[in-house]
């Protein structure tokens, strides 16, 4: 079956970077496209960023320039490299296909950014 196990997240202080890594198995992983999403608390869950099945990137504009998102198909894991993080960047983050996610997600993984 489908599953997605996201990690790498954390505390970490306002300018920090963290890098997170979601692990991929179940499905042909290759041959979709890959999207981060998150999901902070009281909101609905938005679209971060999107690598495709051959590698082209795109972003949020709330997160261009500071995040870059990218594969590793023969490890079935998509990452999510974040920089000059903010507090608004404060989310359970998740990764899933780009078009028409899988309706079971992972468990997502919490990043925090405070001082």
């Known amino acids: 079956q489908v599953q997605l196990v996201e990690s790498g997240g954390g505390l970490v202080q306002p300018g920090g970077s963290l890098r997170l890594s979601c692990a991929a198995s179940g499905f042909t992983f290759s041959a979709y496209d890959m999207s981060w999403y998150r999901q902070a608390p009281g909101k609905e869950r938005e679209l971060v960023a999107t690598?495709?099945?051959?590698?082209?990137?795109n972003y949020a504009d709330s997160v261009k320039g500071r995040f870059t998102t990218s594969r590793d198909n023969a490890k079935k894991t998509v990452y999510l490299q974040m920089n000059s993080l903010t507090p608004e960047d404060t989310a359970v983050y998740y990764c899933?296909?780009?078009?028409?996610?899988?309706?079971?997600w992972g468990q997502g993984t919490q990043v925090t950014v405070s001082s």
């Open positions: 899933n296909k780009r078009w028409r996610p899988f309706g079971s």
């Open positions: 690598v495709t099945s051959l590698g082209a990137t």
